[in-house]
């Protein structure tokens, strides 16, 4: 079951006019909020988000955050999805016809739903082996901090490294790494959790909020100041952080090996501490 415009129904009858600006231009945002044991993980913070996405597009948000909330619930009931994700996405609409300028005030906008189950997502493998990550130049737009779903270049970054052997891929600008195809990168030195300030150059992640807020609680050092590709790859440890994904160890970057090449011992207390409170506080 899915939700399409105020309505729960099969997927297989869920239909969007091939006008509308999300499937002609990009012109949407979305959201992936994690589900774990029947659990909403960071809802508000995706909310959050998703205000402020829609807002610097000029769009309008749709809905109040308690109608918000009761449709994702709803459809983690009507699918049973014990863990796994939801899935949301806000287009601007259509006028009937394609136009680069925006359709008139009071257009319809799409607004669809669905979800994903992804049992033991928490138990994730790659969280105990770790992944191995290619650099790719960062060739995205440049306002990275809106979630829209426009993602043709990391699907293209995310193919570069599966034909490279690896897992996935960290963009750069010059010397310094932005962030990961659909995940924020971090790097641990001297026991410091190192990581890019929020701005324009990266998603403004909510795992990645998170996990430094719960970094604080547990008294870990965390930096926020933009890191090298060469400081990455000489780093004692170096892991990703992503809705469902929570916190996976980087073990390898361009076929160098980070520590020992296993899962470094800050960062498997990073994901412990996450999971524990992001399913406390889950709604």
Known sequence: MVYLNGE????????????????????????V??????????FEGHMDRLE????????????????????????????????????????????GE????????????????????????AA??????????????????????????????PSMAKMEARRKGADDAWFTEGFFVTEGTANNAFIVQDGVVITRPRSNAILHGTTRGSLLRY?????IEVEERPF????????????????VAYVVP?????????GDGAPGPLTKRLREVYLELALKEGL
């Open 33 to 42: 909020t994690s589900v774990m044991e029947g659990r909403l993980l960071e």
């Open 228 to 243: 090298t590709l060469d400081e990455a790859k000489a780093a004692d440890e170096a892991f990703m952080t992503a809705s």
């Open 250 to 258: 980087v073990v390898e970057i361009d076929g160098v090996r980070i």
């Open 98 to 121: 394609r136009s680069f300028e925006y359709p008139p005030n009071g257009t319809s906008q799409t607004v669809v739903l669905f979800t994903q189950s992804r049992p033991g997502a």
């Open 215 to 219: 970094a604080v609680k547990a008294q």
């Open 124 to 153: 994730n493998a790659q969280a105990r082996t770790g992944i191995r990550v290619i650099s790719m130049p960062d060739l995205r737009w440049g306002r990275r901090d809106v979630k829209t779903v426009q993602l043709l270049y």
């Open 8 to 31: 729960f129904i099969p997927g297989t009858e869920a239909k969007v006019s091939v006008f509308d600006r999300g499937f002609l231009m990009g012109d949407a945002i979305y959201e």
């Open 52 to 95: 402020r996405s829609l807002a610097i597009l000029d769009m309008p948000n749709p809905l109040t955050r308690d109608e918000w909330l009761h449709i994702h619930r709803e459809l983690v009931r009507l699918n049973c999805v014990v863990d796994g994700l939801v899935y949301l996405q806000v287009t601007r609409g259509s006028s």
